[in-house]
């Protein structure tokens, strides 16, 4: 897979053999800024979905529930719970997998020197950011947001269960769901670390 780019720039943190990585425009503090701005969005959806639906049909009245939906909706809650973590993580090793293949990648995994691999580990959360670390920030972002998705579908799918059914139950799944999603808000140190798995000689 080719690393080049139209623009290559210097930057002190070499690869062993004095070489530079093509740069990208991204950088780690976008990249976490731009996953949490989506997180709080997703969040927020549901609990506005929530609350239109209950206003607009005037669900949970005093009348005995209407269907048994509610309960699908909870049954719900444990297999999107279960999906949303196991989905994401196939999705990061596949994207480790593809951040391993590159070049420079290899040179810094094979290197004897630490101080390789750690010089990725902590770039400056503002400095552009080398090809391989924006791939692998991108798939960090991806799987992440597959997960939160996920998550989201259970979570407005206890909403129209509530209202259809008339009872306040799946009110619990969504508070789990909302908790679940922010939960999972990305942070630097979460993708820093996501950075050193990725690097770790010892990852086969």
Request: with cysteine; net charge positive.
């Amino acid at each position: 897979m080719a690393e080049s780019t139209p623009s290559v720039v210097n930057h002190p943190y070499q690869a062993s053999d004095g070489t530079n990585s093509s740069m990208t425009s991204e950088t780690i503090a976008q990249s976490v800024l731009l996953g949490q701005i989506i997180t709080f969005g997703m969040a927020k959806g549901i609990v506005v979905i929530t609350f239109v639906l209950l206003f607009a049909s005037g669900a949970l009245s005093t009348n005995e529930p209407s269907s048994k939906l509610w309960l699908l909706g909870l049954l719900m809650l444990p297999l999107g719970l279960t999906a949303a973590f196991l989905v994401p993580k196939g999705l990061q090793s596949y994207g480790i997998a593809r951040f391993r293949a590159f070049e420079s990648v290899q040179e810094r995994i094979a290197s004897r020197n630490p101080k390789d691999r750690q010089a990725w580990v902590e770039w400056g959360d503002r400095e552009r950011l080398p090809l391989p670390l924006a791939t692998l920030c991108r798939a960090e972002r991806q799987s992440r947001l597959v997960g939160q998705a996920i998550l989201d579908g259970v979570g407005v799918c206890n909403a129209v269960f509530m209202v259809i059914s008339n009872n306040p139950w799946p009110l619990v799944a969504i508070g789990i769901i909302v908790f679940g999603i922010l939960a999972i808000t990305p942070t630097q140190g979460r993708l820093r670390g996501y950075f050193e798995t990725a690097l770790d000689p010892r990852l086969s």
